[in-house]
């Protein structure tokens, strides 16, 4: 009779989801809420809300930085607002830019008794439904007083729009006196990509001609601010061809349009205290830049750094941002561009597109970050980097297909990076097939340099986070109500369970030479709370059509071994937790076995 011995199930660190369970042995194929910590798979930090005051919206574009006096401030734009918390967050500032103001017509207000929807007269007013609009300085009309911003529930005619008040009208009157004053923020953004639409998309003859076509592949992109600070004070763009906005955090109030400056769809500061504007004055390929001495003075000459620069590789370009001292990334929608300073007022910036071969580009504004010297970001089909040459992430291919496979392309405009400082990884969190808003990620350690993937689902769910540094570890997210989030505080998600797992491929037992009895499973943990759910699976051969047996169990802590009665040449190994304060630190899984006999 053969003695029974002790076998160490031999794991990388890591997940491979490439290959089959069987072709996988010895590697994890799955997790969620795991990362590996000098090569030993643990769970993430769980998260904690603040006490901040919900910004509005659903923000896509968070930016957090110091003013002069070194008080903290976080900018947020959404496809409504762009707005400013204080460093305690407990004071929101509405910076959202004023497209147009004054005073309206007499007696602009139309009520009905016993209805709060008002009528509001403002010849060629040009809102939209859903716009923020804000009135001021009007006499009660019909038994209300209209004061403060309202949203535009509908738009009557060119003329004419109606508003929600907080109480019913009393009576059916027009009036409000001659001294109503307004002011109406920019229109809404797009809260999700759509496709389709826009004058002239589709096959030429389709339906009729002047209006908006609904059939075409054209997307219409969410919206999404680029957000960066000029010393202590903000620029914004919007990526639907924008205005440049400025935010004077002296002198506060709402941003405002910088004088002279192209519209465009993305904008950053380099270190040379630079303005680039990229799709700059409505071409999609044009990058235009400011003096470094006057934001104003947008006209390249030799006395002065302005650029107007016409890229070429690309349908349009995507996003940009500062890689080093002097040195910065542009990408397009096919490739990546370096500008590099040239210290002179003659070209001002060197571009070199920096790709070697196709699919270099960026499937979306906000799926990059930068750590380092290093530039990280994901393709339309990939995970790039650029470190002073542009290749591929390592060991990508042992996650690609799962992730591209499962993505929602449409929506990819959402996908959003992030740097934990803390523990040196880089995150993407995308919208999977069936989701319209990020709720997988995919993540990879820069000190491990391996991969872990997992799900962000309901309360999870993140639209953005505050920009980080390897300098500033506090890890903010904003779910898509505008609430925030500290990351990597305790074990759970915000008071409620943070459930984890971690799948292995199959093992074999004692080199799948014979079927082996195992008897024991002693797992080696070197951080353990709370009840962890086991399941062994094991199979005779790797092709057979149903398991040879399933074994589960539960491991306590502080437990040395768990006896079990199960056989197979093959086996896989599932852990799970579940409960409030589950947490784990797994070292080494040996099994108790006695080898069987050839079958």
Same mark, same amino acid.
């Given at each position: 009779?053969?003695?029974?011995?002790?076998?160490?199930?031999?794991?990388?660190?890591?997940?491979?989801?490439?290959?089959?369970?069987?072709?996988?042995?010895?590697? =994890?194929?799955?997790?969620?809420?795991?990362?590996?910590?000098?090569?030993?798979?643990?769970?993430?930090?769980?998260?904690?809300?603040?006490?901040?005051?919900?910004?509005?919206?659903?923000?896509?574009?968070?930016?957090?930085?110091?003013?002069?006096?070194?008080?903290?401030?976080?900018?947020?734009?959404?496809? #409504?607002?762009? $707005?400013?918390?204080?460093?305690?967050?407990?004071?929101?500032?509405?910076?959202?830019?004023?497209?147009?103001?004054?005073?309206?017509?007499?007696?602009?207000?139309?009520?009905?008794?016993?209805?709060?929807?008002?009528?509001?007269?403002?010849?060629?007013?040009?809102?939209?439904?859903?716009?923020?609009?804000?009135?001021?300085?009007?006499?009660?009309?019909?038994?209300?007083?209209?004061?403060? #911003? =309202?949203?535009?529930? @509908?738009?009557?005619?060119?003329?004419?729009?109606?508003?929600?008040?907080?109480?019913?009208?009393?009576?059916?009157?027009?009036?409000?006196?001659?001294?109503?004053?307004?002011?109406?923020? *920019?229109?809404?953004?797009?809260?999700?990509?759509?496709?389709?639409?826009?004058?002239?998309?589709?096959?030429?003859?389709?339906?009729?001609?002047?209006?908006?076509?609904?059939?075409?592949?054209?997307?219409?992109?969410?919206?999404?601010?680029?957000?960066?600070?000029?010393?202590?004070?903000?620029?914004?763009?919007?990526? &639907?061809?924008?205005?440049?906005?400025?935010?004077?955090?002296?002198?506060?109030?709402?941003?405002?349009? !910088?004088? +002279?400056?192209?519209?465009?769809?993305?904008?950053?500061?380099?270190?040379?205290?630079?303005?680039?504007?990229?799709?700059?004055?409505?071409?999609?390929?044009?990058?235009?830049?400011?003096?470094?001495?006057?934001?104003?003075?947008?006209?390249?000459?030799?006395?002065?750094?302005?650029?107007?620069?016409?890229?070429?590789?690309?349908?349009?370009?995507?996003?940009?941002?500062?890689?080093?001292?002097?040195?910065?990334?542009?990408?397009?929608?096919?490739?990546?561009?370096?500008?590099?300073?040239? +210290?002179?007022?003659?070209?001002?910036?060197?571009?070199?597109?920096?790709?070697?071969?196709? @699919?270099?580009?960026? *499937?979306?504004?906000?799926? %990059?970050?930068?750590?380092?010297?290093?530039?990280?970001?994901?393709?339309?089909?990939?995970?790039?980097?650029?470190?002073?040459?542009?290749?591929?992430?390592?060991?990508?291919?042992?996650?690609?297909?799962? !992730?591209?496979?499962?993505?929602?392309?449409?929506?990819?405009?959402?996908?959003?990076?992030?740097?934990?400082?803390?523990?040196?990884?880089?995150?993407? $969190?995308?919208?999977?097939?069936?989701?319209?808003?990020?709720?997988?990620?995919?993540?990879?350690?820069?000190?491990?340099?391996?991969?872990?993937?997992?799900?962000?689902?309901?309360?999870?769910?993140?639209?953005?986070?505050?920009?980080?540094? $390897?300098?500033?570890?506090?890890?903010?997210?904003?779910?898509?109500?505008? &609430?925030?989030?500290?990351?990597?505080?305790?074990?759970?998600?915000?008071?409620?369970?943070?459930?984890?797992? *971690?799948?292995?491929? %199959?093992?074999?037992?004692?080199?799948?030479?014979?079927?082996? &009895?195992?008897?024991?499973?002693?797992? &080696?943990?070197?951080?353990?709370?709370?009840?962890?759910?086991?399941?062994?699976?094991?199979?005779?051969?790797?092709?057979?059509?149903?398991?040879?047996?399933?074994?589960?169990?539960?491991?306590? #802590?502080?437990?040395?071994?768990?006896?079990?009665?199960?056989?197979?040449?093959?086996?896989?190994?599932?852990?799970?937790?579940?409960?409030?304060?589950?947490?784990?630190?797994?070292?080494?899984?040996?099994?108790?076995?006695?080898?069987?006999?050839?079958?």
């Amino acid at each position: 009779m053969a003695e029974p011995r002790k076998v160490t199930i031999q794991l990388q660190p890591g997940v491979l989801t490439s290959q089959s369970e069987y072709a996988s042995p010895g590697r =994890y194929i799955d997790m969620d809420q795991v990362r590996f910590n000098e090569g030993l798979p643990e769970k993430m930090g769980g998260n904690l809300a603040t006490d901040w005051l919900a910004v509005t919206g659903t923000p896509r574009s968070a930016l957090s930085w110091l003013d002069n006096s070194s008080n903290r401030r976080i900018a947020t734009g959404s496809a #409504e607002k762009l $707005e400013v918390l204080n460093d305690d967050g407990d004071t929101l500032t509405d910076i959202t830019p004023v497209r147009d103001s004054g005073t309206l017509a007499a007696d602009p207000i139309t009520t009905v008794s016993g209805s709060a929807v008002v009528s509001m007269e403002h010849t060629a007013h040009a809102v939209e439904q859903g716009d923020y609009v804000t009135f001021g300085g009007a006499d009660a009309a019909g038994g209300i007083t209209i004061d403060g #911003e =309202y949203v535009v529930l @509908d738009v009557t005619d060119a003329n004419n729009f109606t508003i929600t008040h907080s109480s019913a009208a009393t009576s059916s009157v027009t009036g409000g006196g001659s001294s109503v004053t307004y002011s109406y923020a *920019i229109s809404n953004g797009d809260v999700d990509t759509t496709a389709g639409g826009g004058w002239g998309v589709g096959p030429f003859g389709e339906e009729t001609f002047g209006t908006e076509r609904t059939v075409g592949t054209k997307l219409q992109l969410a919206t999404r601010w680029s957000l960066d600070n000029y010393g202590e004070d903000l620029i914004a763009m919007r990526n &639907d061809t924008s205005s440049l906005y400025y935010h004077d955090v002296s002198v506060g109030g709402r941003a405002a349009p !910088v004088s +002279n400056a192209p519209t465009g769809t993305w904008a950053f500061v380099t270190t040379e205290r630079v303005i680039m504007v990229l799709g700059a004055g409505g071409d999609p390929m044009r990058v235009r830049s400011c003096d470094d001495n006057d934001i104003t003075d947008w006209t390249p000459a030799i006395s002065n750094k302005s650029i107007n620069r016409l890229l070429n590789t690309g349908s349009r370009l995507v996003c940009g941002a500062i890689l080093g001292q002097g040195i910065n990334v542009v990408w397009s929608d096919t490739t990546v561009y370096v500008a590099q300073f040239a +210290n002179n007022n003659t070209t001002v910036y060197n571009f070199r597109n920096a790709a070697r071969g196709d @699919d270099y580009g960026i *499937i979306g504004s906000g799926a %990059f970050v930068m750590v380092g010297s290093a530039a990280y970001w994901m393709s339309s089909t990939d995970f790039k980097m650029y470190a002073g040459s542009p290749g591929r992430m390592p060991k990508v291919d042992d996650i690609r297909n799962y !992730v591209f496979d499962d993505m929602n392309i449409t929506q990819a405009q959402k996908i959003s990076c992030r740097y934990d400082p803390i523990h040196h990884e880089i995150f993407w $969190e995308y919208p999977s097939l069936n989701s319209n808003e990020n709720d997988r990620y995919a993540m990879f350690s820069l000190d491990e340099g391996l991969w872990s993937i997992g799900k962000i689902e309901g309360t999870l769910q993140r639209s953005c986070f505050a920009t980080q540094t $390897e300098q500033t570890s506090i890890i903010i997210g904003f779910d898509p109500d505008g &609430d925030s989030f500290q990351h990597e505080v305790g074990v759970d998600n915000n008071g409620a369970a943070l459930p984890w797992y *971690i799948e292995t491929g %199959f093992s074999d037992v004692d080199e799948g030479n014979v079927t082996s &009895d195992i008897f024991a499973v002693i797992p &080696d943990f070197k951080r353990h709370s709370g009840d962890i759910a086991l399941t062994l699976t094991s199979y005779d051969y790797a092709t057979d059509a149903a398991a040879q047996e399933t074994y589960e169990d539960t491991i306590s #802590e502080n437990i040395g071994k768990l006896d079990t009665r199960m056989t197979g040449r093959q086996i896989k190994i599932r852990m799970a937790g579940s409960a409030i304060g589950s947490d784990f630190r797994l070292g080494r899984i040996r099994l108790g076995v006695v080898a069987g006999g050839e079958r």
